[in-house]
Nanobody, 120 residues
Framework: QVQLVESGGGLVQPGGSLRLSCAASGSIFRLNAMGWHRQAPGKQRELVAQITRSGTTNYADSVKGRFTISRDNAQNTVYLQMNSLKPEDTAVYYC??????????????WGQGTQVTVSS
C-alpha cells in the first residue's frame, strides 16, 4: 500500500502565502505524475496543478502565475507554493499520485486533505 500525507495548510490573510507538502511512503517502485486538487464547500473537486516525473507542469487557469508545483523524487515529495492567495482559494487541498507499486501494479492514490482558509 501507499500512503500520501499532506501538511502545510492553515489560515492566511488575502495576499499571503502558504506552502503545501505531500510525502509518499509505502510499497513504491516509482512515483509517476503527482498533483494537487482542491474542493471548496458545495463545489466539485478540481485540479489545481500537476507535475510529471520529469518535471513538466500543468496549472488551472485560476492559479497560473500564483501557484508553483514542484517535486523531489529522492524524497518522494511534491510541493505546492501558493502566493497571492485569494478568498476563493479557500478549500480542502488533496495530494494525488500515480504510483507504480513494488509489485509493478499501477495505482492512483489520494491523501487525506489539508484545509486552506484565506480570510481577513
Amino acid at each position: 500500500q501507499v500512503q500520501l500525507v499532506e501538511s502545510g495548510g492553515g489560515l492566511v490573510q488575502p495576499g499571503g502565502s502558504l506552502r503545501l507538502s505531500c510525502a509518499a511512503s509505502g510499497s513504491i517502485f516509482r512515483l509517476n505524475a503527482m498533483g494537487w486538487h482542491r474542493q471548496a464547500p458545495g463545489k466539485q473537486r478540481e485540479l489545481v496543478a500537476q507535475i510529471t516525473r520529469s518535471g513538466t507542469t500543468n496549472y488551472a487557469d485560476s492559479v497560473k502565475g500564483r501557484f508553483t508545483i514542484s517535486r523531489d523524487n529522492a524524497q518522494n515529495t511534491v510541493y505546492l507554493q501558493m502566493n497571492s492567495l485569494k478568498p476563493e482559494d479557500t478549500a480542502v487541498y488533496y495530494c494525488n499520485a500515480i504510483v507504480t507499486n513494488s509489485d509493478f501494479r499501477v495505482g492512483n492514490y489520494w491523501g487525506q486533505g489539508t484545509q486552506v482558509t484565506v480570510s481577513s
